[in-house]
């Protein structure tokens, strides 16, 4: 777990540094303590969760929340959810903002292993489980609460553990490192965003080569 | 620069306490000290800084570091005045120095000469209560042109032939264009309509001490770590501070207007940050505590002499409730737009600014921009097409298609006002604090759905013409959460109609102002802080020669 913490720390630094850049040296020059604040800051809000260990979950637990989340977002030629630590960021929430979800969990990790023995005799545990049936066991699962989402993010609490666990593995997959997911920024750039957190135009594909508003403006008044 | 170089006694006279330090009261805690008047800002919420501000959503979104929290201050909903409301999340406010303008999107639309007199020209409307403003356009006009140049604002002058008069351009360029913006534009020029870039609160160029947008992506929702966006923590604070007139007091929140047996104010109750309770005296109150907590002040003031809460002569304090309407549609392309990149909006177009009612069959009118405003992780949750897989194999590889290749156009439109829309206090539910909850009471006037639906199916066309293969649109619901806070003490020349005349002052009390989204006739086609600071300026202006002229001091 060590070594991809300190690159978070370092791209986190490089952002700071990167916006001062942009700013010029007289910004850095009044603001180079507070820089250096809040790259220690950001630092050691990582180091915090860098233990490897559980504090919530037990070891159990944490293998079937590990087995359900490589499902929701498998690994392929892209990291998934295993790869970007969300069983990880799933044990800090339990602590932390999402612990009064605690309780979902507890009951739904249970109702999971159960599902399985039940309808694959001899089989105990679902991180033990044949990824056929895995896949079988969560659809039935994610069969049992429609999504009814509207926009907007951590706004609908639900107390489906299919739907929590979802949401937490795509808050694990896919916020800011500084916010405890995504390590290594493995869920940006399964979807293809750009780890940096500075840029200039052009963005895309689109605004590649525009000629300017006024340019363009003349050339649609032509046609 | 949170602390300032000024700190009052709460018993010591100043000459404005203003409650809230959002965007009009930045504006006003600025223009006042800076006239030379010693100012009280309190704002319930902490006062952070850039240096406080990250990416990270979960501390945003979930934990709501910046807005207002429904554990501490509960809300209850209700559509119709004879229903019993239930607890229910229904505003969101910015709860911070600076307050929504901290984390709003930026887009900085001008009202137009319409919005100001449209209850002569196309009232009345049967079930709306939409009557004209008493100033017009042009009052406010020299207003705007002081927003735009001393809060901040980027955009190219007379590229919308709908745009209404100005006095002066844009002090700075537009930002750049996005993807969205490149494919918007084109096909609303194919389609006959006159796109233009997009007026943004946002710096393009460094200004007045503070960095041009470094595009990091992360602006709806967030405050701005380098301070590019032009809120009143970054552009109007730091000035009001430097008066060493005006204190900023964070942590405190407002609950009490107090008033001498005249019948005027003679100060503000408030808590501090552990609950104890203190009163700041002013020689004159404003309060800008955005168009939700400010009825709610008024009517938590009530007493035996304002037996309907305080200003509430004409009981059309809370009334009127104007959230904007909203609709979206969605289209994936082609090749990636990166839209994820920079600010959320690069082109907008105000062909729909003012409808024909008649030849449609309903009242309204709004503007359409091409965006896009998700982190990777919102836009998982509610940014892929309907019925697209929620987990496995699919999801992932919809997520890798979709993220860079998705934009939105958003259509903003107006709310008509309607007496029962209201904001009031909660008989049963109680805050953190044990003041009565906020209770909404709204249900969109039909006028306003029609408008959403209309507008949803041109952005729909456009989207077509723009060439995305895959286009939906999220359903127009009856709404139920507000973010525009607007028209809930309304300014008007007739105090049994309305709460405050046109210089901000209540009809009621000599020394109480009310400058914020409240304040608002009408909703305007969905931009609402870049008017609520122009009125602001405005005010400010009005209460200084108020003042000067010994009309408020006491």
């Known amino acids: ?223 | 620069m949170t602390q300032g170089k000024v700190a009052y006694k709460p018993s010591e006279e100043v000459d404005f306490v203003i409650v809230g330090s959002g965007a009009s009261g930045g504006v006003l805690a600025k223009e006042l000290s800076t006239n030379g008047f010693r100012v009280v800002v309190l704002e319930q919420g902490p006062y952070l800084t850039e240096n406080d501000f990250t990416h990270n959503e979960i501390e945003v979104f979930v934990q709501r570091q910046l807005t207002n929290h429904p554990d501490l201050q509960p809300t209850t909903f209700r559509k119709t005045p004879d229903e019993k409301a239930r607890r229910q999340s229904c505003v969101m406010y910015g709860r911070i120095v600076g307050g929504s303008s901290v984390h709003f999107t930026a887009n900085f639309w001008r009202f137009h000469e319409i919005d100001f007199i449209e209850g002569s020209k196309v009232g009345p409307i049967p079930g709306a209560s939409l009557v004209d403003w008493p100033i017009t356009y042009k009052d406010l006009e020299p207003y705007y042109t002081k927003v735009e140049w001393e809060v901040g604002v980027s955009g190219l002058a007379g590229a919308s032939p709908f745009d209404p008069p100005r006095s002066k351009p844009y002090p700075m360029p537009p930002l750049p264009v996005k993807g969205s913006g490149v494919v918007f534009e084109r096909a609303a020029w194919k389609l006959g309509y006159h796109p233009f870039p997009a007026p943004m609160a946002i710096l393009s160029r460094p200004r007045a001490g503070r960095d041009a947008c470094v595009n990091c992506g992360f602006c709806l929702g967030f405050g701005c770590e380098v301070g590019a966006k032009s809120t009143s923590l970054s552009a109007m604070i730091p000035v009001a501070q430097a008066t060493g007139r005006c204190e900023i007091r964070p942590n405190s929140y407002a609950h009490r207007i107090a008033v001498d047996r005249n019948g005027r104010a003679t100060g503000v109750e408030y808590f501090d940050a552990r609950r104890a309770t203190h009163l700041q005296r002013a020689k004159g109150v404003v309060v800008c505590a955005n168009g939700a907590e400010t009825p709610r002040l008024l009517l938590l003031s009530a007493s035996s002499q304002f037996p309907n809460g305080l200003a509430n002569s004409s009981g059309m304090v809370g009334k009127n409730l104007m959230p904007n309407g909203n609709a979206l549609a969605f289209g994936v392309f082609d090749e990636p737009l990166n839209d994820y990149k920079g600010f959320a909006v690069s082109r907008v177009m105000h062909d729909f600014y003012e409808l024909d009612h008649e030849k449609l069959g309903f009242y309204g009118g709004g503007g359409l921009d091409a965006r896009f405003d998700f982190t990777p992780a919102s836009f998982a949750m509610s940014g892929l097409p309907p019925g697209t897989p929620r987990w496995g194999k699919e999801f992932k590889k919809a997520l890798r298609q979709n993220f860079t290749r998705t934009l939105e156009i958003f259509c903003h439109g107006t709310s008509l006002p309607v007496e029962t829309n209201s904001f009031s206090l909660d008989p049963d539910v109680k805050d953190a604090w044990g003041l009565p909850a906020l209770r909404m009471t709204f249900r969109d006037h039909p006028d306003d759905l029609k408008l959403m639906s209309w507008m949803q199916e041109r952005a729909m066309e456009i989207l077509e013409a723009a060439g995305a293969k895959t286009r939906w649109q999220a359903p127009i619901r009856e709404q139920q959460f507000a973010v525009h806070l607007l028209g809930t003490c309304r300014m008007g020349n007739d105090p049994k109609t309305s709460v405050i005349n046109s210089d901000h002052r209540t009809h009621d009390v000599p020394n109480l102002f009310l400058c914020d989204g409240s304040s608002l006739v009408t909703s305007g086609r969905g931009q609402p802080t870049m008017t609520i600071q122009a009125l602001a300026f405005r005010a400010a202006d009005r209460i200084t020669a108020l003042a000067r002229g010994g009309e408020i001091g006491s």
């Not at chain 1, 690159?7 to 942009?22: D, I, K, Q, V």
């Not at chain 1, 690994?75 to 932390?96: C, H, N, Q, S, W």
């Not at chain 1, 659809?139 to 609490?157: D, T, V």
């Open chain 1, 1 to 223: 777990m060590a070594k991809p913490i300190d690159r978070h720390a370092a791209a986190r630094r490089e952002f700071l540094w990167r916006a001062a850049g942009a700013a010029g040296a007289a910004w850095v020059g009044t603001q180079w303590p507070a820089i250096v604040a809040a790259a220690q800051h950001a630092h050691h809000a990582v180091s915090a969760k860098a233990s490897g260990k559980f504090e919530i979950l037990t070891p159990e637990q944490a293998r079937v929340v590990e087995a359900i989340v490589s499902q929701i977002i498998p690994t392929d030629d892209m990291p998934g959810a295993k790869e970007a630590g969300v069983v990880y960021f799933i044990d800090r929430a339990l602590k932390t903002f999402a612990s009064d979800t605690l309780e979902i969990y507890q009951e739904g990790l249970k109702r999971t292993n159960e599902l399985i023995s039940a309808k694959y005799p001899g089989a105990v545990s679902f991180a033990e489980a044949t990824p056929e049936q895995q896949l079988a066991v969560l659809a039935e699962l994610a069969g049992e609460s429609p999504s009814a989402r509207q926009r907007g993010l951590g706004l609908q609490p639900s107390d489906s553990f299919f739907e929590t666990i979802q949401m937490h593995t795509v808050f694990g997959f896919l916020v800011d490192p500084s916010a405890g997911g995504n390590r290594d920024y493995a869920g940006w750039k399964a979807v293809g965003r750009d780890p940096e957190h500075t840029f200039s135009a052009p963005y895309g594909y689109y605004d590649k080569g525009y000629p300017g508003w006024e340019a363009a403006k003349a050339e649609a008044e032509r046609k």
